[in-house]
């Protein structure tokens, strides 16, 4: 499975973004294709997954302002989001997951490269 994320920058609080995911590969394996961020200093956080069926799952920091979509045959995956805090500041990494839950971190196994999201006035 290859991944490529892209859409980073940087933007004011209240602004939005929309990062863009292109996944090649094996992919009929995968139960969960997600948005995953790191914060400088803290642990790496799943904040949006969206299933092979379509069935889209969001934390709880993020439900409201952040959506999950992808094209029908999974090959692109996008997160958009909206009214950005700077608590949303972080690398974001798309990533794969063959594991039952979507939001638990340790079933993503497959990373793409990371896109920065600065959230600063």
Same mark, same amino acid.
């Given at each position: %499975?290859?991944?490529?994320? *892209?859409?980073?920058?940087?933007?004011? &609080?209240?602004?939005?973004?929309?990062?863009?995911?292109?996944?090649?590969?094996?992919? *009929?394996?995968? $139960?969960? !294709?997600?948005? =995953?961020?790191?914060?400088?200093?803290?642990?790496?956080? =799943?904040?949006?997954?969206?299933?092979? @069926?379509?069935?889209?799952?969001?934390?709880?920091? %993020?439900?409201?302002?952040? $959506? !999950?979509?992808?094209?029908?045959?999974?090959?692109?995956?996008?997160?958009?989001?909206?009214?950005?805090?700077?608590?949303?500041?972080? %690398?974001?990494?798309?990533?794969?997951?063959?594991?039952?839950? &979507?939001?638990? !971190? @340790?079933?993503?196994?497959?990373?793409?490269?990371?896109?920065? %999201?600065? =959230?600063?006035?």
């Amino acid at each position: %499975v290859q991944l490529q994320a *892209f859409g980073g920058g940087l933007v004011q &609080p209240g602004g939005s973004l929309r990062l863009s995911c292109a996944a090649s590969g094996t992919l *009929f394996s995968i $139960t969960y !294709i997600g948005w =995953v961020r790191q914060a400088p200093g803290k642990q790496r956080e =799943v904040v949006a997954a969206i299933s092979i @069926g379509g069935r889209t799952t969001l934390a709880d920091s %993020v439900k409201g302002r952040f $959506t !999950i979509s992808s094209d029908n045959g999974k090959s692109t995956v996008s997160l958009q989001m909206n009214s950005l805090k700077p608590e949303d500041t972080a %690398v974001y990494f798309c990533a794969t997951s063959n594991g039952r839950s &979507p939001l638990f !971190i @340790g079933g993503y196994d497959y990373w793409g490269q990371g896109t920065q %999201v600065t =959230v600063s006035s």
